[in-house]
């Protein structure tokens, strides 16, 4: 079955960078587009960022963009969200997921995910 393991969080100040990866098993990496999602306390899980395919295309959400950068390794099957300038704000469980349908393009709404992480904590201290 599909399984997808986030690591990388952690404790940082403010200003500080932090790389979350996650290692995607289970089915053909290079098929599915991927994406990053966030969700804070009794909110809904927000997206963050996403990446095609073959990484030709990305899309971010506008608070992480210029900050944030998403790329990903097929040979690994490996998404990376590489946060630098992190403010409080970012404090927050991160969560990697998976398309739904094979060889569709990047998405940003939380229903065209269908496989889920365990997420990893982010906490940006001021």
């Known amino acids: 079955q599909v399984q997808l393991v986030e690591s990388g969080g952690g404790l940082v100040q403010a200003g500080d960078s932090l790389r979350l990866s996650c290692a995607a098993s289970?089915?053909?990496?290079?098929?599915?587009?991927m994406g990053w999602f966030r969700q804070y306390p009794g909110k809904e899980r927000e997206f963050v960022a996403t990446?095609?395919?073959?990484?030709?295309?990305?899309a971010y959400a506008d608070s992480v963009k210029g900050r944030f950068t998403i790329s990903r390794d097929n040979a690994k099957s490996t998404v990376i969200l590489q946060m630098n300038g992190l403010k409080p704000e970012d404090t927050v469980l991160y969560y990697c997921?998976?398309?739904?349908?094979?060889?569709?393009?990047?998405?940003?709404?939380?229903?065209?995910?269908?496989?889920w992480g365990q997420g990893t904590q982010v906490t940006v201290s001021s």
């Open positions: 997921a998976q398309r739904t349908l094979p060889r569709a393009g990047i998405a940003t709404a939380r229903g065209d995910y269908d496989y």
């Open positions: 289970g089915r053909t990496f290079s098929n599915y587009a």
């Open positions: 990446i095609s395919r073959f990484g030709s295309s990305t």
